[in-house]
Structure formats: C-alpha cells, structure tokens
C-alpha cells in the first residue's frame, strides 16, 4: 500500500469515527469513545493534516445541545457534553477559543452555545455548566467579533442581555464578563441592559437586583481580604 493510499484510508477512518462521535453514537457512548482514545488520535480528530480545526466540539454541540430537551434528564445530557468536551481537550490545542462556521457567521464555542440556548425560553438553568466549562477555559470571554460597518459587535454577555436570557447574563457575568468593556457603539453590558427597562421590565429589574447584591457581596469579600 502506498503511503497515500494510507493516508486516504486513515482520513476516512477517522471521518467515521468523528461522525460517530457527533451523532452517529449515543451521547454516553461517544463520551467513552473519546476517554479511550490516545492523544495522537485526539489530535486528528480534532485537526485535519493541515492544521486547520475540524469543528469536531462546535458540532457536537449544535447537533446535541438542544436535544437534551427530549429526554427524561436533561442534566444527564449537560454533564455529558461537558465530558465529551473534556475529553477532547489536548495539550495546548485551545478549541474553545476557535471559530467555526454556523449559519452565516463564524463563531467561537461559547457564541454557538449561547445561541443555541437563546432560543430555548422554557430551559430553566439548563446549559449552565456548559456556559460555566467553555467561558473558564476560554482566553477571552469578552472579545468582540468583527462585523459589518453598520453593525454593533456585541460581546457574549451584550448578546445575552438582548436576548433577554437572564440565566446565561447572570451566569457570564459570575464568570467574570465585562459589564465596562465598550463596542464598536460606544456601549458597554451596562447600557444593554438599560434598554431592557422598557422592553422586558422583568428582565431588567431581576438582573440590575443581581447586580447590586453581587456588587454588596463583593464589597464584603474585599473587606475581609483588606489587611488590619
């Protein structure tokens, strides 16, 4: 066998197993999968041979995320996909902080999640601990994505605020978003949430009450630290 006819093999062997993982096995069974796997072989699933990534986490999450709405325990679905992620992670090889193509936008793992649960109003906390596991092992959580002239780079948590998912907000925010940072407007997490005054009162009056006892609580944390 020539070395390119094996390499061509490991290709397609690898893009079944990758497809597996994504969808073709049970959420349980790709975690195992990908927990047996060596480093060597983690690495080419998620990198094809020149570099490039191959989205393997983003489309994992897109194609379960929101399939833990159908069954019987969505936080067997959540902390699964926390596992799977996990076990994909290798060395140095930051696929958090990675873009991949979803719609007509390229984002980052962390802007695909959150769109994803966006549009879920009745998930509760679920998708949480996702948000928690990708935003702590992200670089950045507060880099603005580059857009069109005319329109406004929003952070994850300007995102979230808009979209009124007080949850995945207070969630950011707890994980260390910027409420200061200013966009390509001119307009920082705070103002987000001062639209939501007239549009989502609910909203507005839960997050700014967050806001404030986060800001007492905090205050008191230093106090404590202050030296005598």
Do not use: W
């Amino acid at each position: 066998m020539t070395p390119k006819s094996n390499n061509d093999n490991q290709e397609r062997a690898l893009a079944i197993l990758r497809e597996k993982v994504m969808v073709g096995a049970s959420l349980a069974e790709a975690v195992s999968i990908l927990q047996r796997l060596d480093q060597e072989t983690k690495v080419a699933l998620t990198t094809y041979r020149d570099g490039n990534y191959t989205g393997l986490a983003h489309q994992m999450i897109s194609r379960r995320l929101m399939y833990g709405n159908l069954v019987p325990s969505r936080l067997d679905t959540e902390n699964m996909l926390i596992e799977a992620l996990t076990a994909m992670e290798v060395g140095e090889f930051n696929f958090y902080d990675l873009k991949y193509d979803h719609g007509d936008d390229a984002v980052n793992l962390l802007e695909l999640t959150l769109a994803l649960l966006h549009k879920n109003r009745d998930r509760g906390d679920y998708g949480n601990k996702i948000i928690v596991h990708i935003a702590n092992r992200m670089s950045n959580i507060d880099a603005l994505p580059e857009v069109e002239e005319n329109d406004a780079s929003l952070t994850p948590l300007m995102q979230s605020i808009l979209s009124g998912d007080l949850q995945a907000s207070m969630v950011l925010v707890e994980c260390g978003a910027s409420l200061d940072l200013l966009n390509n407007r001119g307009k920082n997490a705070r103002d987000y949430v001062e639209l939501k005054r007239h549009s989502n009162f609910p909203f507005y009056l839960e997050f700014k009450t967050f806001l404030l006892e986060k800001a007492y609580a905090d205050k008191l944390v230093a106090k404590k630290r202050k030296p005598i």
